[in-house]
T-cell receptor, first 109, second 115 residues
Framework: DAKTTQPNSMESNEEEPVHLPCNHS???????IHWYRQLPSQGPEYVIH???SNVNNRMASLAIAEDRKSSTLILHRATLRDAAVYYC??????????FGPGTSLSVIP | DTGVSQNPRHKITKRGQNVTFRCDPI?????LYWYRQTLGQGPEFLTY????????KSRLLSDRFSAERPKGSFSTLEIQRTEQGDSAMYLC?????????????FGQGTRLTVV
């Protein structure tokens, strides 16, 4: 399985933007970049995914480097509800989701 | 609420007892996955069903573990002769028929504590 590297933890102030980095230097041409997050005591939930172009949805934005070896999940205004573990995952179209340890995001009021 | 239901939410059992968990996926979803998550770790894949067929099993799924999905609807995960190391959150996820990069929908999990 292709691997990703994320910081173990990050902090953000409430109402400020958060940039969560992910390195995936061994990404293959068929790998999509997916992000999931897991709130405390909840199952993971899908956030966003992309292949080459930057993507936006109601939850977040995904910025993908031109060489696709890294990406950044952007939360435009962090709220206390965004405190969660964020997982960056590489998968081909029909693969199962394989999780790493993720980044634990703390949001400071 | 993702539409994936897991029961029970919590289970405390004595070592050596058998336990069974249930997952009800979103009704039109034909793919179903089980994961196990221990404290501070990401979820680990256990097994995968497409309709009623169990197509993939992780090496983590020892012979004490068995999963079924009769008629391709709900699924059960049974652990026989539980051990303290089985204490974890057990998560279920469902996806619709294979199409390009659809998202996985996870249940809230069943937290198992073996005492």
């Amino acid at each position: 399985d292709a691997k990703t590297t994320q910081p173990n933890s990050m902090e953000s102030n409430e109402e400020e933007p958060v940039h969560l980095p992910c390195n995936h230097s061994t990404i293959s041409g068929t790998d999509y970049i997916h992000w999931y997050r897991q709130l405390p005591s909840q199952g993971p939930e899908y956030v966003i995914h992309g292949l080459t172009s930057n993507v936006n949805n109601r939850m977040a934005s995904l910025a993908i480097a031109e060489d696709r070896k890294s990406s950044t999940l952007i939360l435009h205004r962090a709220t206390l509800r965004d405190a969660a573990v964020y997982y960056c995952i590489l998968k081909t179209s029909y693969d199962k989701v394989i999780f790493g340890p993720g980044t634990s995001l703390s949001v400071i009021p | 609420d993702t539409g994936v239901s897991q029961n029970p939410r919590h289970k405390i059992t004595k070592r050596g007892q058998n336990v069974t968990f249930r997952c009800d996926p979103i009704s039109e979803h034909n793919r179903l996955y089980w994961y196990r998550q221990t404290l501070g770790q990401g979820p680990e894949f256990l097994t995968y069903f497409q309709n009623e067929a169990q197509l993939e099993k992780s090496r983590l799924l020892s012979d004490r573990f068995s999963a079924e999905r009769p008629k391709g609807s709900f699924s059960t995960l049974e652990i026989q002769r539980t051990e303290q190391g089985d204490s974890a959150m057990y998560l279920c996820a469902s996806l619709p028929k294979a199409r390009l990069n659809t998202e996985a929908f996870f249940g809230q999990g069943t937290r198992l504590t073996v005492v």
